[in-house]
């Protein structure tokens, strides 16, 4: 049997956070002329994927660093790219003198992420569909370039592997590696975390992760001029094998911060979902509209988890959770009491003052790795009917990566998971 790649306590040993990450020595950036402490030398970034998540990475960037500039996009459609370029430098202008992508650094196409990762660029930001995921930032490691990285890491247990590989060769090369998981940057909940880990509400028995919201429809019908594999892109979240599903894409959100504070991943998972309203039909994909899923950590604590997505009306409820022996903390309490700061904006912050050394080292990529692999598991717990353990899903062969690529390829359409007919390989 293929050896486990993830200790079960590997989340102790790694940074779990800004505040976390603040006693570690810094290190000078691969590019030598860029070294510790130079206010005035500027970054330089590419984006892989032009979506909408893509362009306001862009803008929290800016944001989020004066000495950074944008040069390199791609993407597989030439309409998002050019689209939301036009976006990000109409609605703001401010930062259009550092949105530099002539027409000779806009790539499109399935190979244009190596293009923008050949680029003269420092920071890669990836922001395609989490299918592609470990695919790119395996290629930004290995050009040796800093990554902002959008969760979630992967939808398959085969590509997380490969992300894992990729992470911990990004860790000796002691390249940042920032992701997309926010709450980690977000001032209320580092409060939080440092008072739980203080001991404020004892030791911690119990966890709860919700993410119950309205569905993300992107198309409202099919343009007859796509092919399946075009129309699966374009319609990305209702596809398992690009998206993961609700609970990989979306609840990672509350996973990731159940794991963080837990300072582990949890060894086993039984689940149940389905679908109540998604129709089945094309535009409705193959991924379902609920899953509540019971985990259990090494040492027996247990965390509730509850996503589902159904049209507007319905109760709603994105939150945490984290019960101790002396008391609890719920992060519903944050509403009204932010502080004005963005942790979209923040966590770029971070990204930048990590490269230069003006800030703590920052590598977020084996810790959202195992919060993936910890929403694959639910769902593959829920597809197939039975109980998951860590063991078993990350040695899974399950790899829903495709082998080919092109606008017209003909795809059969993948059926929705059955329990007790569904297999987990």
């Known amino acids: 049997m293929e050896q486990n790649p993830v200790s079960r306590r590997s989340f102790i040993s790694k940074s779990t956070g800004a505040s976390a990450a603040a006693g570690v020595t810094a290190f000078q950036i691969i590019r030598p002329e860029l070294v510790r402490g130079q206010g005035k030398a500027k970054l330089k970034a590419g984006l892989i994927g032009c979506g909408g998540r893509g362009r306001q990475a862009v803008i929290d960037l800016m944001n989020g660093s004066e000495n950074v500039e944008v040069v390199a996009m791609a993407d597989i459609f030439e309409d998002k790219l050019e689209g939301n370029l036009k976006w990000m430098n109409a609605q ?5 003198s550092r949105i530099k992508v002539g027409p000779e650094h806009r ?6 992420y190596k293009k923008v990762i050949a680029s003269d660029i420092d920071i890669v930001m990836l922001a395609t569909p989490p299918g592609y995921r470990p695919m790119h930032f395996e290629a930004a490691i290995e050009a040796k370039k800093h990554v902002f990285c959008e969760k979630p890491f992967g939808t398959d247990p085969a590509g997380v592997r490969r992300f ?10 002691k390249l940042t590696v920032v992701s997309g998981a926010q709450r980690r940057f977000q001032p209320e909940y580092l409060d939080a975390y440092n008072k739980v880990k203080g001991g404020d509400i004892g030791d911690i028995s119990a966890l709860y992760a919700y993410w119950v919201g309205t569905p993300v429809i992107q198309n409202q019908s099919r343009d007859p001029k796509y092919g399946d594999f075009e129309w699966e892109h374009r319609n990305w979240y ?10 990989v894409e979306q609840h990672l959100h509350n996973i990731d911060v159940c794991n963080w504070f837990m300072g582990s991943h949890p060894v086993k998972v039984w689940a149940h979902g389905g679908r109540a309203w998604r129709p089945n039909e ?3 994909g193959n991924i379902y509209d609920h899953l509540t899923a019971d985990f259990e950590y090494a040492n027996g604590v247990r965390m509730s988890s509850h996503c589902r997505q159904y049209p507007r009306g319905s109760y709603q409820n994105v939150s945490e959770q984290i019960v101790g022996t002396k008391g609890r903390w719920d ?4 509403r009204g009491s932010q502080r004005g700061q963005n942790p979209y904006v923040l966590e770029h912050t971070a990204l930048t003052n990590s490269i230069r050394g003006t800030g703590p080292y920052i590598n977020h990529a084996m810790t959202v790795a195992e919060s993936t692999l910890t929403c694959i598991m639910a769902r593959e717990a829920a597809y197939t009917g039975e ?5 078993r899903i990350t040695n899974s062969k399950l790899d829903l990566q495709p082998k080919e690529f092109g606008y017209k390829l003909k795809i059969e359409p993948t059926p929705i998971p059955v329990p007790g007919k569904y297999k987990l390989i």
Request: hydrophobic content about 40%; aromatic content about 14%.
């Open 92 to 96: 703001h202008p401010q930062h259009a």
């Open 107 to 112: 790539f499109v196409g399935f190979e244009a």
């Open 164 to 173: 894992m590989a990729a992470a911990r060769k990004s860790e000796e090369l």
């Open 238 to 247: 209702s596809y398992v094998w690009i998206c993961g599903d609700q609970v």
């Open 282 to 284: 094309e535009l409705y």
């Open 331 to 334: 992060s519903r309490s944050l």
């Open 387 to 391: 109980e998951i353990t860590w063991e």
